[in-house]
C-alpha cells in the first residue's frame, strides 16, 4: 500500500492545509483515507515525533509501528502530514552553517519509512522564497521566546545559500519514496484545487473546505514594540512580552510580517531562488505544481 506524506514546510500555509483535511475528516475517512497530523504525530498514543528523534538509536515504541500496521490493514490509503518530519524551526535544526535546509531531514525520513515497513511513499512539499521564510521562522521563533535578534537566529547564513532542490534530491534519494509534489506557497491559494486533487480520492477532495487563515505570525509593529520592551526589561518573559505586543499590534490576513533583509539582500535571494527552484524541477522524481 502506498502512503502519502506531506511534510510542510514550516511557514507555508501547513497549518492551514492541516486544518481544511482535519475538518473534512468524515469525508476522507468515507473515501478510504486514514489521515493523521501533528495533533496525532505529536501525541502520547501515537508518537511518531519522538521516534523520529535525532538520537539514531532511540527505541521505537511498539504502539507506533502497531498503529500504523493496523491503518494500512484497514484502510486503503493512509494520508500523514507533519510539518516536524523535517525537523523544526530552531535555527540549528532549520539551517546547518552551510546553508543546509533541515540538515537532518533525510535521516528522520528514513526513520519515518522503517516505521512504515517500506511501504512506497509519495512526498508533498510546499517551498517558500528564502528570505521570507527564514522571516517567518525567526519570527515564530521570535513567539515562542527563543529568539530576539535575527543576527543569531541566522548564524552567517544569508538567503541565497538555501536550496528546495538539495532538500528535495536528498528526499528523493530515501529508499522507499516513489516521488516528491512541489508547490510554491505564494501560489497555494491558487493551487489549492489541484493540491487537492494530488491528495485525496475526488470525492473526498470535493468535500475539504478553505477555513480562515491561521497562524498569521507578528506583524513588524508587534516586533518592534517587543524589541523595545525587551530591551528595557532584561528579566522579562519574552513569551509574555511578544504575545503582548501581538495583541496590541496583530497582523491581519493579506499584511506583510517581519523582514530581517533589506532589498539588496530579498533581491538575491529571489534570483537565487529561481534558479533553484529551476534545478529542483529537473530531479527526476520531482513534480511542480504550476497555476
Not at 505570525?217 to 524589541?227: I, K, P, V, W
Not at 537565487?272 to 529542483?280: G, N
Amino acid at each position: 500500500m502506498p502512503v502519502t506524506i506531506h511534510l510542510g514546510a514550516h511557514k507555508t500555509a501547513t497549518t492551514h492545509l492541516q486544518t481544511s483535511l482535519r475538518q473534512a475528516l468524515p469525508h476522507l475517512l468515507a473515501a478510504g483515507v486514514w489521515y493523521a497530523d501533528m495533533m496525532q504525530m505529536r501525541a502520547g498514543h501515537f508518537p511518531v515525533q519522538s521516534a523520529l528523534g535525532d538520537r539514531p538509536r532511540r527505541v521505537v515504541p511498539p504502539r507506533v509501528m502497531q498503529t500504523l500496521d493496523r491503518a494500512a490493514d484497514i484502510w486503503p490509503e493512509l494520508l500523514l502530514s507533519d510539518e516536524n518530519i523535517l525537523g523544526g524551526t530552531r535555527s540549528e535544526r532549520l539551517m546547518g552553517r552551510d546553508g543546509r535546509l533541515y540538515p537532518l531531514a533525510d535521516d528522520r525520513m528514513a526513520r519515518l519509512a522503517r516505521l512504515l515497513r517500506h511501504r512506497p511513499m509519495r512526498l508533498f512539499l510546499s517551498v517558500r522564497e528564502p528570505a521570507d521564510f527564514l522571516a517567518s521562522a525567526f519570527a515564530m521563533q521570535v513567539a515562542a521566546g527563543t529568539a530576539l535578534e535575527p543576527a543569531a537566529f541566522l548564524r552567517g547564513v544569508v538567503p541565497e545559500m538555501l536550496s528546495w532542490s538539495d532538500l528535495a534530491a536528498r528526499l528523493l534519494a530515501v529508499p522507499g519514496v516513489t516521488g516528491l509534489t512541489v508547490w510554491r506557497y505564494e501560489d497555494y491559494r491558487r493551487l489549492r484545487p489541484a493540491l487537492l486533487a494530488r491528495l485525496l480520492p475526488a470525492e473526498a477532495a470535493a468535500r475539504v473546505g478553505d477555513p480562515p487563515a491561521v497562524n498569521l505570525g507578528l506583524s513588524q509593529q508587534a516586533y518592534d514594540a517587543f524589541c523595545e520592551r525587551a530591551m528595557a526589561d532584561a528579566d522579562a518573559d519574552l513569551r509574555d512580552l511578544v504575545a503582548r505586543a501581538r495583541r496590541q499590534f496583530p497582523r491581519k490576513p493579506g499584511a506583510p510580517g517581519v523582514r530581517i533583509f533589506d532589498d539588496a539582500a530579498r533581491a538575491r535571494s529571489a534570483v537565487a531562488h529561481a534558479a533553484d527552484l529551476a534545478r529542483l524541477a529537473a530531479l527526476p522524481g520531482a513534480d511542480i505544481l504550476q497555476p
